[in-house]
């Protein structure tokens, strides 16, 4: 343990994928600012070898991209058991993980911390052994970042688990993690997502027509949504009234074919990367997105109703399917049908009001929730 006088919180998360990391500098900011509370931060991929993060990190990317249906066979031939305690299946995938790991777990070994927050599911059963047999007496704590969460979550030696959903609850439930370790407490998420916003500034900031019905297509980071520029073409050709803003990253090649487009610049605004993208979304009447927990859980922020078009099978298809199931998002299959489902909840203010009001019944404040019980359990 550190000093009476400090108290050492180990934030660890991996690059891969974007959400663990911007989870895991929402609650750094929050406990840096804390008197008497040091924070350091790790990504779990700079302690592995170079071939396991090209296989794990790179792998991810890849197959999320372009083999979709094969991340989702071995997202369901890996989520299981659900039930409590581990299965012969499991034992060595763990082994080889403590085994990549080492690195990692001497220096967790040689540094004396006063909890471990995990925001990625890859760092904690490999310090289950750890605990296990006396080794390693730290509490540790996990934030799940995705509704549907997968099994590798599992670890019976964390104390503290903080869930977006009570969904995600009844899952955990499953792998016989007590109530009394569980906390709903929504998804940690920057405060600029739920800072006030003047709309008509917003409007007149991002040059976008003030008598126009605001669409944000979020196309050009890690992974795409599907034919971005088909889908601007056919969304501006469906309905005169829709002005569309397409996040599209650092990806040049789309942008420029966005640009290209003679729409650009009146209904048509090709948005470089940038982290002003929780101004677009608040004026947003749709997010057209990918199911991802941050950028859902973002949305439900800002009260905007969300489109996806044919999620990954896996967590993200579990994910889209809850928002669907809760009234805050529609899930379409095909390009055709995305723009038929836009065009339809522009036209009905109805449906998209009851969809806004069910994504606000859905936000939590997961910052403040995730952060408050941090300092209270475990003494910070």
Same mark, same amino acid.
């Given at each position: 343990?550190?000093?009476?006088?400090?108290?050492?919180?180990?934030?660890?998360?991996?690059?891969?994928?974007?959400?663990?990391?911007?989870?895991?500098?929402?609650?750094? +900011?929050?406990?840096?600012?804390?008197?008497?509370?040091?924070?350091?931060?790790? +990504?779990?991929?700079?302690?592995?070898?170079?071939?396991?993060?090209?296989?794990?990190? %790179?792998?991810?990317?890849?197959?999320?991209?372009?083999?979709?249906?094969?991340?989702?066979?071995?997202?369901?031939?890996?989520?299981?058991?659900?039930?409590?305690?581990?299965?012969?299946?499991?034992?060595?995938?763990?082994?080889? &993980?403590?085994?990549?790991?080492?690195?990692?777990?001497?220096?967790?070994?040689?540094?004396?911390? +006063?909890?471990?927050?995990?925001?990625?599911?890859?760092?904690?059963?490999?310090? &289950?052994?750890?605990?296990?047999?006396?080794?390693?007496?730290?509490?540790?704590?996990?934030?799940?970042?995705?509704?549907?969460?997968?099994?590798?979550?599992?670890?019976?030696?964390?104390?503290?688990?903080?869930?977006?959903?009570?969904?995600?609850?009844?899952?955990?439930?499953?792998?016989?993690?007590?109530?009394?370790?569980?906390?709903?407490?929504?998804?940690?998420?920057?405060?600029?997502?739920?800072?006030?916003?003047?709309?008509?500034?917003?409007?007149?900031?991002?040059?976008?027509?003030? +008598?126009?019905?605001?669409?944000?297509?979020?196309?050009?980071?890690?992974?795409?949504?599907?034919?971005?520029?088909?889908?601007?073409?056919?969304?501006?050709?469906?309905? &005169?009234?829709?002005?569309?803003?397409?996040?599209?990253?650092?990806?040049?090649?789309?942008?420029?074919?966005?640009?290209?487009?003679?729409?650009?610049?009146?209904?048509?605004? @090709?948005?470089?990367?940038?982290?002003?993208?929780? &101004?677009?979304?608040?004026?947003?009447?749709?997010?057209?997105?990918?199911?991802? %927990?941050?950028?859902?859980?973002?949305?439900?922020?800002?009260?905007? @109703?969300?489109?996806?078009?044919?999620?990954?099978?896996?967590?993200?298809?579990?994910?889209?399917?809850?928002?669907?199931?809760?009234?805050?998002?529609?899930?379409?299959r095909s390009v055709g049908e995305l723009v038929q489902t836009v065009a339809s909840l522009l036209e009905d203010d109805a449906k998209r009001e009851a969809m806004k009001a069910n994504a606000r019944r859905l936000y939590k404040p997961g910052a403040d929730i995730v952060t408050q019980d941090v300092i209270a359990s475990f003494g910070l």
């Amino acid at each position: 343990m550190s000093s009476l006088t400090e108290k050492t919180v180990l934030l660890v998360t991996a690059s891969v994928g974007a959400g663990h990391n911007q989870v895991t500098r929402t609650i750094q +900011d929050r406990l840096e600012g804390r008197p008497g509370v040091r924070v350091e931060r790790i +990504d779990l991929m700079e302690f592995c070898p170079w071939w396991f993060r090209v296989y794990y990190a %790179g792998g991810f990317e890849v197959s999320m991209a372009h083999t979709p249906w094969l991340y989702g066979l071995g997202f369901t031939l890996s989520n299981s058991p659900h039930r409590p305690g581990r299965s012969w299946r499991e034992w060595p995938r763990l082994a080889f &993980e403590r085994w990549v790991n080492r690195r990692f777990v001497k220096h967790v070994l040689s540094t004396p911390y +006063d909890l471990i927050l995990h925001t990625h599911f890859l760092a904690a059963p490999t310090l &289950e052994r750890l605990v296990a047999n006396g080794r390693l007496t730290v509490p540790q704590a996990t934030i799940v970042t995705d509704v549907e969460a997968h099994r590798w979550w599992y670890c019976p030696a964390v104390r503290r688990y903080y869930v977006p959903s009570e969904h995600t609850a009844g899952i955990v439930r499953r792998w016989g993690i007590d109530d009394s370790r569980i906390l709903v407490s929504g998804m940690p998420i920057q405060a600029k997502w739920t800072a006030p916003l003047d709309r008509e500034r917003v409007l007149t900031a991002w040059n976008l027509p003030a +008598d126009k019905k605001i669409v944000t297509l979020a196309g050009g980071t890690s992974f795409t949504v599907g034919p971005i520029v088909t889908i601007a073409k056919q969304l501006l050709a469906a309905r &005169e009234d829709l002005a569309l803003a397409v996040l599209a990253g650092r990806n040049k090649q789309l942008l420029g074919d966005l640009s290209g487009l003679p729409e650009a610049g009146t209904r048509l605004f @090709p948005v470089p990367f940038t982290d002003r993208a929780h &101004e677009l979304v608040h004026v947003s009447e749709l997010m057209i997105t990918k199911p991802g %927990g941050i950028t859902t859980a973002e949305c439900l922020a800002k009260g905007t @109703p969300m489109v996806f078009l044919n999620p990954v099978p896996g967590h993200e298809g579990g994910n889209g399917q809850f928002f669907a199931r809760e009234g805050a998002a529609a899930i379409t299959r095909s390009v055709g049908e995305l723009v038929q489902t836009v065009a339809s909840l522009l036209e009905d203010d109805a449906k998209r009001e009851a969809m806004k009001a069910n994504a606000r019944r859905l936000y939590k404040p997961g910052a403040d929730i995730v952060t408050q019980d941090v300092i209270a359990s475990f003494g910070l």
